[in-house]
C-alpha cells in the first residue's frame, strides 16, 4: 500500500510546486489592479458606466463609418468614372463635328466639371500620391477598370478639387476638374459628431443621476463613521435613495437606537447601584464611627473606604462619557496639563507632541482615560515618557514607564474590571481594579483601543489609539 501512495504524492507535490507560483502571479495582478483602480464608488461606478458605452459606441461608429463611407464613396465615384467615360466617348468620336465644343458643354452644363483638352504627347509626371486615401484608392482602382489608358489622379489639392488627366487617342490630353463631394462621402464626420455629443449628454444624465444615488451612500457612511468614533451626526439624517440603501441607513438608525437604549440602561444601572450600595456604605461608616477602637474596625474601615472609592469610580464614569459631546481640542495642552500634575506630585514626565494638536474628542473622559494611563505608571514606575502623533487619520499617544510592567499573558485580563495584579506582587496600596476597563471604554467610546506591549523604558507601554 504504502509503495503505492508514494508515486501519487510525488505527482500531487509536482502540481502544487507550479500551483503556487501562478498563484503568487495572480494576487501580484490583482493587486496592482486593485491599487490602480478609483477608491470612490462615484468614481467606480462612472468606470464601469463609461468604458463599455466608450467600447460600444466606437466599435459601432467605426463599423457605420467605415462600411457607409465606402459604399458611398464607391458610389460616387462610380458616377463620376461614368461621366468622364462619355466625355471621353464623346471626344474620341471622329465622325461628330465640334465635338470638343459639345464635350465641354456636357461637361459643364449636365456634369458639373470643367474640362480642358490640350495639345500633349505625354501626361505631366505623376504628383505624389497621399498614404492613405480612401477617395484616391477608390478613384484610381475605377478609372484603371473603365480606361485602358493612361491618367493622373491628383485628389490631394487644397481647393476640395480633385483633377483627372487622362490621354486621348491622338496626341491630346484631357483633364477634368471636379468638387471632391461629387467622388466623396465627405458629411459622414457629422455622424461621428452627432455620436460623441449624445454619449456626452447621455453621459451628464447619468452621472447627474448617479451623484443622487450614490450621495445616500455617502451620508451612510459619514453617519456610522461618525457614530463609531462617538461623535455626534447631523439629525438631518434620514433614510433616502434606492431601496437597498435606504434599508441599511433604517437598519442603521434602529443599531443606533437600540445601542443608545443599552448604554442609557447601562448607565442608569451603574448609578442607580453605585448610589444605593453608597448610601449603605455611609451607613456602614456611620455604624464603624460609634463602634470602640479595635484591630478590627482599623481593617473594616479601611475596606469601607476602598469600596466607597470604587463606587466614585465608578459613578463617575456612569456619568460622565456617554453624555459629553465631541469637541474640536488640543490635545497637546491636555497632555502639557498632564505633565504639569504629575511634576507637582513628584514625578518629572518627559513629553513629545508630534503632529496637528487639535483633534476631536470628549475632552473630559479622554483626560480620564489619559489620567488613569499616567496614573498607573505613577504609581508603578518613577520614569514616565509621553509621545504622542497625530497623523492625520489616527491620533496614538505612547505612555511608557520604567515600572514592573505587565506580563504578556495577563495583558488581557487586566482590562476587566476589577482585576488587580497589585494584591498578587503585595503591594497594598492599591486602586479598585477599574481604571484600565474605564481607560478602554472610553477609547472604544472616541472609536479608538488600548494596548499595553512593553516599553523601550523597560516597563509597560501603554498605547492609546483613536481615529481623527
Ligand atoms: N504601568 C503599570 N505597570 C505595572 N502594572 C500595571 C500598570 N498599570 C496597571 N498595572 C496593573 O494592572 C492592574 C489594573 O490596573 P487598573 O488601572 O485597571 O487598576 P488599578 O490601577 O489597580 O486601580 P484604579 O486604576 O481603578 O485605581 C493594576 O492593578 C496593576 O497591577
Ligand atoms: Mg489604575
Redesign the pocket.
Known sequence: MRHDREPVGKAFSGVDQARPSSRRWDRVLRRRLARSMPKGLFARTILILVVPILILQSVIAFVYFERHTQTVTTRLSEALVRDISALVDTLERDDLPNRTLIAQRLATRHFGMALDIRDAAALPPPSPRPFFSLLDQTLSRLLQERFNKPFRLDTSSRDKQISIILQLDEGRIMEVRARRSLAYASNSHIFLVWVGITSLLLLVIALLFLRNQIRPIQQLADAADRFGKGQAFSSKFKPRGAREVRKASEAFLAMRRRIERHVEQRTAMLSGVSHDLSTILTRFKLSLAVLPDMEEKQFLQKDVEEMQSMLT?YLDFAKGAEAEKASLTNLKSMLDAIQRDCSRAGHPVQLVYRGDPMVTIKPNAFKRCLD?LV???M???QAIHIEAHNNGSFCTIHVD?D????APDQRED?FKPF????EA?NQDE????????IALDIARAHGGNIQLDESPLG??R?SVQIPV
Open positions: 469610580a488613569n496614573g498607573n505608571a504609581r508603578h514606575a514607564d515600572g514592573p510592567g505587565i487586566v482585576t488587580r495584579l497589585d506582587r492599591g486602586g479598585t481594579g477599574l481604571g484600565l476597563s516597563g509597560l501603554a
